[in-house]
């Protein structure tokens, strides 16, 4: 199954009930009221003295609560309906990270991030952080651009994680705005995120409205999109998968690994702790991580806070 991105005055003219999953919404756009707030909370309580990455994920808090105070300075205003029916028309996500021309605005919000940060990230981040203040509006977009198409190797790494969260943001508070709805179709290439074409940092098992279901967490947007449990998300292969968690098999963190495609992704479980959050438990589980790849698995995922050295 693929995922459309229509306008509210198209739904009507599609059959939702197709395949029988009128009841599942495909497609969950962020919700940015509290979603950066929660995350700094969780990096929070997650960097515990017995995680050998509590600095790391104090560190993260201070970038996630940066982000937070950059979205209430500088709104955006655009024009989501024209941006949907291009992409109608172009068959692509209706903001590609590939194609979308982006807007200084990002400029803007990434200003706000490094003048935020500049005086409470540790010592030896405070030399990037200058230095990209140093950094040309130019060589800047190439950076970006590079980032967005996968490009990592020609980013310096502590300079991309600063980059992206100003991406991110920009992807995030563009996609909260999107008013229409989502429909499913018969289609491939469901790892990708449907609203930028990005791909997740971890997938959710959620309680509530959506008790049960699992959704995809894009890692650059913060979209959320419906794949069915129990199916690999990178190469849809059901057959080979097999769950590891560090504690028992009711763990609230897992990874789900495929031996078709040697890929594997984690599983966060809401039921099992209700703060579970997408970016933050996935960094703070990196233990894990490690057991996978010495199983000769890799990540189908990107975490924006561990961008890959190649």
Not at 121 to 147: D, F, G, R, W, Y
Not at 201 to 220: D, E, F, K, P
Request: proline residues 5%; hydrophobic residues 40%; negative net charge.
């Amino acid at each position: 199954m693929s995922i459309r991105i229509l306008p509210k005055e198209e739904i009507g003219k599609n059959e939702l009930s197709k395949n029988g999953i009128s009841h599942i919404p495909p497609v969950l756009f962020p919700d940015l009221n509290n979603l950066y707030q929660s995350r700094a909370e969780r990096f929070q309580s997650l960097a515990t003295p017995e995680n050998p990455f509590s600095e790391y994920l104090l560190f993260a808090a201070h970038v996630t609560r940066a982000q937070q105070n950059a979205l209430y300075k500088h709104p955006l205003m655009l024009d989501i309906m024209a941006i949907l029916q291009q992409s109608m028309v172009a068959n692509k996500p209706p903001l590609d990270c590939k194609t979308f021309i982006r807007t200084d605005h990002w400029h803007k919000l990434f200003a706000s991030l490094i003048t935020e940060l500049a005086p409470v990230v540790p010592e030896q981040v405070k030399p990037a952080l200058e230095n990209l203040t140093k950094v040309s509006i130019h060589q800047l977009e190439l950076m970006a651009t590079a980032l967005l198409n996968g490009e990592f190797s020609r980013v310096p790494l502590e300079q991309a994680l600063f980059i992206w969260a100003a991406l991110s943001l920009f992807w995030a508070q563009m996609a909260s705005q999107i008013p229409g709805k989502a429909t499913a179709e018969n289609g491939e290439h469901r790892q990708f995120c449907p609203v930028c074409g990005s791909i997740p940092v971890s997938s959710v098992v959620q309680i509530g409205t959506n008790q049960g279901l699992r959704y995809l967490h894009c890692n650059l947007c913060e979209t959320e999109w419906h794949v069915v449990r129990i199916k690999c998300s990178n190469c849809e292969q059901t057959k080979e998968l097999d769950y590891w968690s560090l504690a028992s098999e009711y763990a609230a963190i897992k990874a789900e690994s495929c031996g078709d495609c040697g890929s594997y992704l984690k599983i966060l479980y809401q039921e099992r702790d209700a703060k579970v959050d997408a970016v933050a438990d996935d960094l703070a589980s990196l233990i894990l991580d490690a057991k996978l790849e010495e199983e000769g698995f890799a990540r189908s995922s990107i975490n924006s806070f561990l961008f890959p050295c190649e």
